[in-house]
């Protein structure tokens, strides 16, 4: 982390300066995430280093390039300085070895946590709709036929076809956890499975207000808050500054769909699918970390890079 402590006293880089810390931040904490084996027993080792694919996908999702393709051809083109091996490495080569990581990913998400300050004792959680094609292809559309469902978008207000992504943020907007499921799946159900040995307070919308599950949550040592499920027979105003404490969540969620693109869906498979949204949420903590180390916001992640 010397890259990092060095540079606390500037809060700009330009992007070569990104790139190098991403990478040293990668490589530093790579060993650990390994228990200090190697990952590959036997065999021929590839070309490019994991630590370097690793760099080029967080960068790259940073960047908002979230096809392999766009990744591999954009940092080919002007950055092959950094990675020298790439302009020898086939395409499809760099996407598999880049698949084949899902592991490393999220052992290096958990270990990145680790190491990221965040409130253990305040949850907010929240979902998202991730539409795997378009309302009129529903009929016919083959991708990710076995886990999507049709659903309802509240803020489109309109039906969709595909999944819901259902986050655990914690404040001041790290995501600990988070599920992808069927868009008809409720969010109470999934509610469950994020809350399960968590303890504090958690705060969600109206979908998550639930008698039943308030009580099963109070006996596990976490008091989930949620406003009565229908505003107009709301007999007491929900309190401001619940409000705008649990819209953190919703900023983060913005920054995924905007700045990630997390409702772009372009795997076929159940795999890909949740290894590239790992992928996205990995990018994500890493630069809440940089942010903190840097002295900045946590989610001003917008402001690392001069250019």
């Given at each position: 982390?010397?890259?990092?402590?060095?540079?606390?006293?500037?809060?700009?880089?330009?992007?070569?300066?990104?790139?190098?810390?991403?990478?040293?931040?990668?490589?530093?904490?790579?060993?650990?995430?390994?228990?200090?084996?190697?990952?590959?027993?036997?065999?021929?080792?590839?070309?490019?280093?994991?630590?370097?694919?690793?760099?080029?996908?967080?960068?790259?999702?940073?960047?908002?390039?979230?096809?392999?393709?766009?990744?591999?051809?954009?940092?080919?083109?002007?950055?092959?300085?950094?990675?020298?091996?790439?302009?020898?490495?086939?395409?499809?080569?760099?996407?598999?070895?880049?698949?084949?990581?899902?592991?490393?990913?999220?052992?290096?998400?958990q270990?990145?946590?680790?190491?990221?300050?965040?409130?253990?004792?305040?949850?907010?959680?929240?979902?998202?709709?991730?539409?795997?094609?378009?309302?009129?292809?529903?009929?016919?559309?083959?991708?990710?036929?076995?886990?999507?469902?049709?659903?309802?978008?509240?803020?489109?207000?309109?039906?969709?076809?595909?999944?819901?992504?259902?986050?655990?943020?914690?404040?001041?907007?790290?995501?600990?956890?988070?599920?992808?499921?069927?868009?008809?799946?409720?969010?109470?159900?999934?509610?469950?499975?994020?809350?399960?040995?968590?303890?504090?307070?958690?705060?969600?919308?109206?979908?998550?207000?639930?008698?039943?599950?308030?009580?099963?949550?109070?006996?596990?040592?976490?008091?989930?808050?949620?406003?009565?499920?229908?505003?107009?027979?709301?007999?007491?105003?929900w309190?401001?500054?619940?409000?705008?404490?649990?819209?953190?969540?919703?900023?983060v969620?913005?920054?995924?769909?905007e700045?990630?693109?997390?409702?772009?869906?372009?795997?076929?498979?159940?795999?890909?699918?949740?290894?590239?949204?790992?992928?996205?949420?990995?990018?994500?903590?890493?630069?809440v970390q940089?942010?903190?180390?840097?002295?900045?916001?946590?989610?001003?992640?917008?402001?690392?890079?001069?250019?």
């Amino acid at each position: 982390m010397g890259v990092l402590d060095a540079h606390t006293s500037e809060a700009l880089m330009d992007l070569d300066s990104l790139i190098v810390t991403v990478f040293c931040v990668i490589d530093d904490i790579l060993p650990s995430c390994l228990d200090a084996k190697g990952l590959r027993q036997r065999g021929p080792q590839p070309r490019l280093a994991d630590s370097e694919v690793l760099c080029i996908e967080v960068v790259g999702e940073y960047l908002g390039l979230d096809q392999d393709r766009q990744m591999f051809d954009y940092f080919r083109r002007h950055f092959a300085h950094f990675f020298p091996t790439l302009r020898r490495v086939h395409r499809t080569t760099f996407a598999r070895q880049a698949a084949n990581l899902w592991l490393v990913k999220a052992r290096l998400w958990q270990q990145l946590l680790t190491e990221t300050l965040w409130d253990r004792e305040l949850s907010l959680i929240d979902s998202f709709p991730v539409p795997v094609c378009r309302f009129a292809r529903a009929g016919w559309c083959r991708r990710l036929r076995e886990v999507s469902a049709f659903g309802f978008d509240e803020m489109a207000k309109q039906t969709f076809f595909g999944m819901r992504a259902h986050l655990r943020v914690c404040w001041p907007g790290v995501i600990v956890a988070f599920e992808l499921a069927p868009a008809n799946v409720h969010e109470l159900v999934v509610a469950e499975h994020l809350l399960d040995g968590v303890r504090g307070a958690a705060l969600g919308d109206r979908n998550y207000w639930s008698p039943a599950l308030t009580t099963r949550l109070a006996d596990r040592g976490l008091k989930l808050l949620a406003p009565y499920r229908s505003a107009k027979r709301e007999k007491k105003r929900w309190p401001l500054l619940l409000v705008q404490t649990r819209r953190r969540v919703e900023t983060v969620i913005g920054q995924l769909s905007e700045r990630f693109h997390a409702k772009r869906v372009w795997a076929r498979d159940a795999w890909h699918c949740w290894s590239r949204f790992l992928r996205k949420v990995l990018a994500h903590t890493l630069f809440v970390q940089l942010c903190q180390r840097y002295e900045l916001l946590p989610l001003r992640m917008a402001e690392l890079v001069t250019d």
